[in-house]
């Protein structure tokens, strides 16, 4: 089975500091590298945890406030350096292909590898991108400007056939591909054996929500309904409130109630304002709401199973 698991490279929100990069994480979702926003310092943070640049195939960014897509630009440009030949797909707001010609037109830099767009749509929820093995699906947020959601999701795994009862019922060596789909086969006597008679239960699927920055929205609640892991932004506690709502952030009592209002399975808090040299707040805020929550450490991997 593919590892599941996401790295978290920046934590912080709008500024740099010295304790925090801005936003950044990378998933590693059944083979795949997907890069979630990129916030600058992004580069370095790959480079200090060994992810190779190269290997990320599609760069995800949620919304154009500068720390979450201004070290995008230096990205391209080095994978360009590099040599790099195969495809990147870049799914984001329209308006960024805009921002990346223009860069590359005044730098009279030409991209030797192909850039995939697929635009999001902050107005409503969409399947952007699918493979056999996962699919993406991104949701709006309610922030200052348009942002979106992802959620990346694992498509039912194939079955595993138990050989004993295989050999037992005298199946097919053709039924195999019937029942790993999750079919019924036929004896070879032409009967219809079960298809839980001779397979082996699946691992569940498993899902991870990326709630970049938004205000407190139940709207959000149906499309992170039950997932392994949300992440959702927790820029301050309750004592910045009245700022959280005008400058169209979350608290983390607020991110922990979406997580408990939708069944997750466990909460990661991220985006915290400059102003807390410490999350500890955070924690104490949440748990009480919603007990298995975590604030994300940059560096960390949280492995989703």
């Known amino acids: 089975m593919h590892d599941f698991e ?8 709008a500024t740099p500091s010295l304790l925090r990069n801005p936003s950044a994480q990378l998933l590693n979702a ?14 370095i943070q790959l480079r200090k945890n060994n992810i190779k640049i190269q290997r990320i195939s599609h760069v995800f960014i949620s919304h154009l406030h500068g720390d979450h897509y201004l070290g995008l630009l230096g990205l391209l440009q080095t994978m360009h350096l590099l040599g790099r030949k195969t495809k990147l797909t870049l799914v984001c707001p329209p308006e960024l292909k805009d921002i990346i010609d223009l860069q590359n037109k005044h730098s009279q830099t030409t991209i030797v590898y192909e850039i995939e767009y697929i635009f999001t749509n902050p107005k409503q929820a969409e399947k952007v991108w699918e493979d056999d093995k996962i699919e993406v699906s991104t949701f709006p947020l309610r922030h200052r400007i348009n942002t979106t959601g992802f959620l990346f999701k694992e498509k039912p795994h194939l079955k595993n056939i138990d050989k004993e009862k295989f050999k037992e019922f005298k199946i097919s060596v053709s039924e195999i591909n019937k ?3 999750g079919l019924d086969a036929l004896d070879e006597r032409g009967n219809t054996v079960a298809n839980a008679a001779i397979t082996l239960p699946t691992h569940p699927q498993r899902s991870y929500a990326y709630c970049s920055d938004t205000n407190y929205y139940e709207n959000v609640i149906e499309h992170v309904k039950e997932v392994d892991l949300l992440y959702h932004e927790a820029t301050f506690l309750n004592d910045e409130g009245e ?14 109630t979406i997580a408990s209002k939708a069944h997750a399975k466990q909460l990661l808090l991220g985006h915290f304002s400059a102003r807390y040299g410490s999350t500890d707040g955070f924690i104490t805020e949440a748990q009480p709401i919603f007990a298995n929550t975590l604030v994300a450490q940059e560096g960390t991997t949280y492995k989703i199973i």
């Open 6 to 13: 996401v790295t978290v490279l920046g934590c912080g929100s």
């Open 30 to 43: 059944a083979g795949h590298f997907f890069l979630i926003d990129c916030g600058e310092g992004t580069q």
């Open 179 to 181: 029942l790993r789909l």
């Open 243 to 256: 700022r959280a709502k005008k400058t169209f952030h979350s608290t983390a009592e607020q991110a922990a």
